[in-house]
């Protein structure tokens, strides 16, 4: 199973990009789908989940501008991020809870991370 993640790239604050993760293998089933970003020498945190239900929850510092979604019929998630600031800057991660061919339970996968810049 592999999670390829894009999207990210240079922006003005103020400005607008969009984050697309794909999973490809053998996936069963995926629940949860989410966004992490981590910056240097600090913890990984979350910044947006959605269920299968189309359920979202997000982080208190991004409501309003950055918004998840999924296309599940191809294993997909996005991060619409809007209104972007510079303390925006950060790694992006995306991550989501798959059951793989021949496995009982549903195990957390994460991708490659995305750089995301805003200058100010």
């Known amino acids: 199973v592999q999670l390829q993640a894009s999207g990210g790239g240079l922006v003005q604050a103020g400005g607008s990009l969009r984050l697309s993760c794909v999973a490809s293998?053998?996936?069963?089933?995926?629940?949860?789908m989410g966004w992490y970003r981590q910056a240097p020498g600090k913890q990984r945190e979350l910044v947006a989940t959605?269920?299968?239900?189309?359920?979202?929850n997000y982080v208190d510092s991004v409501k309003g501008r950055l918004t998840i979604s999924r296309d599940s019929a191809k294993n997909t998630v996005y991060l619409q991020m809007n209104s972007l600031k510079p303390e925006d800057t950060d790694v992006y991660y995306c991550n989501m809870a798959l059951k793989v061919a021949g496995s009982w339970y549903s195990q957390p996968y994460w991708g490659q991370g995305t750089l995301v810049t805003v200058s100010s």
């Open positions: 959605v269920t299968p239900g189309g359920n979202t």
């Open positions: 293998g053998s996936i069963v089933s995926i629940s949860v």
